[in-house]
Antibody, heavy 121, light 107 residues
Framework: EVQLLESGGGLVQPGGSLRLSCAAS????????MSWLRQAPGKGLECVST????????YYTDSVKGRFTISRDNSKNTLYLQMNSLRVEDTAIYYC??????????????WGQGTMVAVSS | DIQMTQSPSTLSASVGDRVTITCRAS??????LAWYQQKPGTAPKLLIY???SLRNGVPSRFSGTGSGTEFTLTISSLQPDDFATYYC?????????FGQGTKLEIK
C-alpha cells in the first residue's frame, strides 16, 4: 500500500528555518501532484502548498508565500518543504498527502502520519 | 478564496442513528468536494470524493450528495467506529479550502 513518511519537524525559534521531508513508496511518485497540509493544535486543516508531478508548478497559501518553498526529487521519491522565517502561527502538525488522480486539484487519498513543527521562543 | 462552512459544529448521536452533516461553499464548486474522517492523533482519511463517489474500502453506510454549493454527508446507521471529526474539502481551486469540521460525539 501507499506509504508516506514525514520527517524534519521539531522546535524552532521565531525567525528560524526547518526542512520537512516526505518519503513516498508503493506508487509512481513522479506522476502525482503532492501537497503539504497542516493542522494547528485543536484546529482545522489547511493546505499549505502543492507541487505538480514534474515539480514545474506550485501553489502556496497566502500566509506562507515568500517564506516556504515546496520541491520534490522524483529520483528519490521524496517531497520537501523548506520553511524559512518561521512564525509562532506556523506551529502545527504538517502532513504530506498524495492526490487521488494525476490532475491537480483533486482529493487527497493518502496522508502521512504527520510531523510536528513548534515555533516558540 | 472559496469558503467552506460546515454544520453543525458538534453532533451528538447514538449507535444506530442516521446522521447528516452539511457543507456549503461560498460559490459553486460543481461536484469537486471530498469528505474526510479524522480520529484524535491520526491523519484524516478520505471517505468520499467528487461529492458522491465512495472510496474503495469505505463502508456503504457512508454516502454523499450535492452539487454547486450545498453538500451532505450521511451515515445511515452509526457504528462505534464512526465517532470522529468530519471535514469537507473543496478542490475546485488549488486553495483546497476545508470546512471547520463536525465533531460527532456519542450521546
Amino acid at each position: 500500500e501507499v506509504q508516506l513518511l514525514e520527517s524534519g519537524g521539531g522546535l524552532v525559534q521565531p525567525g528560524g528555518s526547518l526542512r520537512l521531508s516526505c518519503a513516498a513508496s508503493e506508487f509512481t511518485f513522479g506522476r502525482y501532484a503532492m501537497s503539504w497540509l497542516r493542522q494547528a493544535p485543536g484546529k482545522g486543516l489547511e493546505c499549505v502548498s502543492t507541487v505538480s508531478g514534474s515539480g514545474g508548478s506550485s501553489y502556496y497559501t497566502d500566509s506562507v508565500k515568500g517564506r516556504f518553498t515546496i520541491s520534490r526529487d522524483n529520483s528519490k521519491n521524496t517531497l520537501y518543504l523548506q520553511m524559512n522565517s518561521l512564525r509562532v502561527e506556523d506551529t502545527a502538525i504538517y502532513y504530506c498527502a498524495k492526490l487521488l488522480a494525476f490532475s491537480n486539484p483533486d482529493a487527497f487519498d493518502f496522508w502521512g502520519q504527520g510531523t510536528m513543527v513548534a515555533v516558540s521562543s | 478564496d472559496i469558503q467552506m462552512t460546515q454544520s453543525p459544529s458538534t453532533l451528538s448521536a447514538s449507535v444506530g442513528d442516521r446522521v447528516t452533516i452539511t457543507c456549503r461553499a461560498s460559490q459553486s464548486i460543481s461536484t469537486w468536494l471530498a469528505w474526510y474522517q479524522q480520529k484524535p492523533g491520526t491523519a484524516p482519511k478520505l471517505l468520499i470524493y467528487k461529492a458522491s463517489s465512495l472510496r474503495n474500502g469505505v463502508p456503504s453506510r457512508f454516502s454523499g450528495t450535492g452539487s454547486g454549493t450545498e453538500f451532505t454527508l450521511t451515515i445511515s446507521s452509526l457504528q462505534p467506529d464512526d465517532f470522529a471529526t468530519y471535514y469537507c474539502q473543496q478542490y475546485d481551486s488549488p486553495s483546497y479550502g476545508f470546512g471547520q469540521g463536525t465533531k460527532l460525539e456519542i450521546k
